[in-house]
C-alpha cells in the first residue's frame, strides 16, 4: 500500500512537471491550458474561458451589418509603449523626403497617461495605414522635461513650401503663474530638423490648448482652444509669416449642445469651406469626450457643427474618443481619411483609422456594408 501510494504521488508530480513543460513550451496560462483541454474533450469550457477581457479588438457589441471596422495603428514610439495620442496629418501628393513618403504624421507618446513621454514625434507612411520612422529620423524630437508637472503636448504637421513645419505646446506648470507656449520647428527632408522657435506664450491660465494650423493659400491660420472667462473658447489668429501672430479673435460654434464645449481641434482647407474634427468634453478635465464634424463658410471664425457618428465598438475604444486628424481623398468625391485618438477604460491609448464619407453636413464611417 505504501508502495502504490508513493507510486500515485510519483505520477502526479511527473504530470504536473509535463503539465508545466507544456505551458512553457506553447506560452499559456494554466487556464487557456484547461480551456483547450476540455475544448478537445467536448466538455463544456464556459467556466475556463481565458478570454482576454482588454484584448484591443474585443467588440463590445455583437457583428451585425454596418459595423465599423477601424484599423490600429502600429507605431515605434521611442519609449517603445506603442501607445500614442494627438494624431495629425499631413498629406504630401508627390511625396517628400529621400523615400518620397506621401503620409507624413506628428503625434506623442503618452503611455497610460504619463505625460513625462508626451513629446512630438514623427513617423511616415505610403498608405495612411502601415506607419514607420523613417531612415535616420531620431525620435522625439522634442526631449522631455525635467520639473514635475511640465511637459510638451498637442503637435500639430503642416507641408508649405517644401517643407515641413511642426508647431506643439509646452506647458510650464512648475512656474508661478503657469506658462503655455506654442514652438515651430521647420524640416526640408522630414529627418532633420531646425532649433525651436517661440512663437506665442501665455501666462495668464488660458492655456492655447490644440494648436491647429493651416495656410490658406493667402496667409497662416491657427485655431487653439483657450479659457476665456472661465470657459473652454475656440480662438482664431493670422500671421503672415507663422511666426509672429495678430491678436485673436474668438469663434462661434452652432449646433454643439451644453454641457458639451470645445476642447481639440483640427482643420484642413476645401475649396468651397473649411472641415474640422472638434473633440468636445464636459468640464475642464476632458470628461464626456466626443468627436463631431464642423464647417465653416467664412474662413473659420463660424463653424457648424455636427455630431460624428463614431461608435465605440471595441475595447481599444472603449474608454473615449480624443484628439483626431482629417484628410479630404481627391481620388474620391467626398470620401475622407480619419485618424483618431482612443483609449481604454485602463486608459491604454491608440491611433486609429477610418475611412470617412461626408453627406450633406455629416461625415460618417464607411462601415460593412455601407456602398
Not at 151 to 172: K, V
Not at 180 to 204: A, C, T, Y
Not at 237 to 260: F, I, K, N
Not at 325 to 346: F, G, I, P, V
Request: net charge neutral.
Amino acid at each position: 500500500m505504501v508502495w502504490l501510494g508513493a507510486a500515485a504521488v510519483f505520477v502526479l508530480f511527473a504530470g504536473a512537471c509535463c503539465f508545466l513543460a507544456l505551458l512553457i513550451r506553447y506560452d499559456m496560462t494554466p487556464r487557456a491550458a484547461l480551456y483547450k483541454i476540455s475544448n478537445r474533450l467536448g466538455i463544456d469550457s464556459k467556466k475556463v474561458n481565458p478570454e482576454e477581457q482588454y484584448g484591443p479588438y474585443k467588440r463590445l457589441k455583437p457583428l451585425r451589418p454596418g459595423l465599423q471596422r477601424p484599423v490600429l495603428l502600429n507605431l515605434e514610439t521611442s519609449d517603445g509603449s506603442g501607445q500614442a495620442v494627438h494624431p495629425d496629418v499631413a498629406y504630401i501628393g508627390g511625396g517628400f523626403g529621400a523615400d518620397k513618403w506621401t503620409y507624413w504624421m506628428a503625434c506623442t507618446p503618452y503611455p497610460y497617461g504619463n505625460a513625462y513621454h508626451e513629446n512630438p514625434e514623427i513617423f511616415a507612411s505610403h498608405d495612411g495605414t502601415n506607419w514607420t520612422v523613417p531612415s535616420g529620423l531620431k525620435n522625439p524630437q522634442v526631449p522631455s522635461l525635467q520639473r514635475p508637472g511640465d511637459h510638451n503636448s498637442d503637435p500639430d504637421i503642416l507641408f508649405y513650401q517644401n517643407e515641413l513645419w511642426l508647431f506643439y505646446r509646452e506647458t510650464l506648470r512648475s512656474k508661478t503663474p503657469n506658462e503655455n507656449r506654442i514652438f515651430l520647428l521647420k524640416s526640408v527632408d522630414g529627418i532633420h530638423w531646425s532649433p525651436r522657435m517661440e512663437v506665442l506664450s501665455e501666462s495668464q491660465g488660458k492655456e492655447l490648448l490644440s494648436p491647429a494650423v493651416i495656410h490658406n493659400g493667402t496667409c497662416f491660420v491657427m485655431w487653439t482652444i483657450e479659457i476665456i472667462s472661465g470657459k473652454l473658447t475656440l480662438m482664431r489668429r493670422c500671421s503672415s509669416d507663422g511666426v509672429y501672430w495678430m491678436e485673436p479673435v474668438q469663434g462661434t460654434l452652432t449646433g454643439l449642445q451644453a454641457p458639451q464645449s470645445v476642447w481639440h481641434i483640427d482643420v484642413i482647407q476645401e475649396e468651397e469651406q473649411l472641415s474640422a474634427v472638434l473633440v468636445s468634453c464636459v468640464g475642464m478635465g476632458g470628461a464626456g469626450a466626443k468627436i463631431h464634424y464642423a464647417a465653416s463658410k467664412d474662413g473659420g471664425l463660424n463653424w457648424t457643427v455636427d455630431d460624428l457618428q463614431l461608435e465605440q465598438n471595441y475595447e481599444f475604444e472603449s474608454g473615449f474618443h480624443y484628439r483626431a486628424s482629417l484628410r479630404r481623398r481627391a481620388e474620391e468625391e467626398n470620401h475622407y481619411d480619419l485618424w483618431y485618438t482612443a483609449a481604454t477604460q485602463k486608459r491604454m491609448y491608440s491611433i486609429a483609422y477610418l475611412r470617412m464619407v461626408r453627406e450633406g453636413n455629416k461625415l460618417l464611417p464607411i462601415c460593412i456594408g455601407r456602398t
